[in-house]
């Protein structure tokens, strides 16, 4: 046992000094990446907390206010719009049981008066502007500003269609593809590669398990962005009040 940590302490430190310094140098081993935004502020869902979700109008008083980025989720109609929604199903949303992809784009419902905030119980947004939007009306409305899309569907057509709309607006650097899954992530960059793209959820958790093994230095990441949830917002989400 001495003779065996005799030999793996030193490994271990020289391993560890090695991580440390990469870590803090990444250059080192591997180019640097450059994009052509810089988001410390990401207003998800437009800024759900202060306009009705992914409207319009959410998106305008975030850009007035300052944000870096909007963040949104598309969806596809029947009749092959993209238009910019949470959930495929609107229930929540409108109060009507209904989908997105069985309705033609002029059939959307309204969205409620009020709409409870997703990461804010008890807590609601209101707006004048109650219509779900389409995303070729954000890109004509903010042509300058980063957006993030999260696909959330499977659907090839939908991805295709995103794509299409990036490039007829000459916007592939500063809109960046996003989902929890890497399949879809996978078919979103092999449509088209020349858009930035962040963390999966199973990419995000190898991230943070590189990290704390100290191998991170050492792995290239095809990924551009990590996007996260500020801490207030995880407590308040996952974390009951009492107790």
Known sequence: MGAFLYVFLPVLG?????????????????KKKRTAFWAKHISHRGGSGERIESTMEAFTHAVEM???????????????????SHDENLLRQTGCDV??????????????????????????SSGSDRKIAQLEDVFKTFPDT???????????????KVSDLVKRY?????????????????????INSSMPY????????????????????????????????????INRTYIPSEG
């Open 146 to 160: 980063p957006v993030s899309i999260e696909i959330k569907e499977n659907n090839l057509q939908l991805i295709q």
């Open 66 to 84: 300052g944000t870096d980025m909007l963040e949104m989720d598309c969806h596809l109609t029947k009749d092959g719009h993209v238009v910019v």
């Open 170 to 190: 000459n916007r592939e650097a500063i809109t960046l593809w996003a989902s929890e899954k890497s399949l879809i992530l996978e078919k979103c960059c092999k």
């Open 14 to 30: 020289v391993y560890t000094c090695i991580s440390q310094y990469l870590l803090r140098n990444p250059q080192v081993l591997h």
């Open 198 to 233: 962040s963390f999966s959820m199973n990419r995000g958790i190898s991230l943070l398990l590189l990290f704390y093994s100290g191998l991170l230095p050492f792995v290239p990441l095809g990924e551009n962005v990590l996007q996260f949830y500020l801490i207030p917002i």
């Open 99 to 124: 989908t997105i992809s069985s309705l033609k784009l002029e059939d959307l419902p309204l969205y409620k008066e009020k709409l409870e905030v997703a990461f804010y119980a008890g807590r609601f």
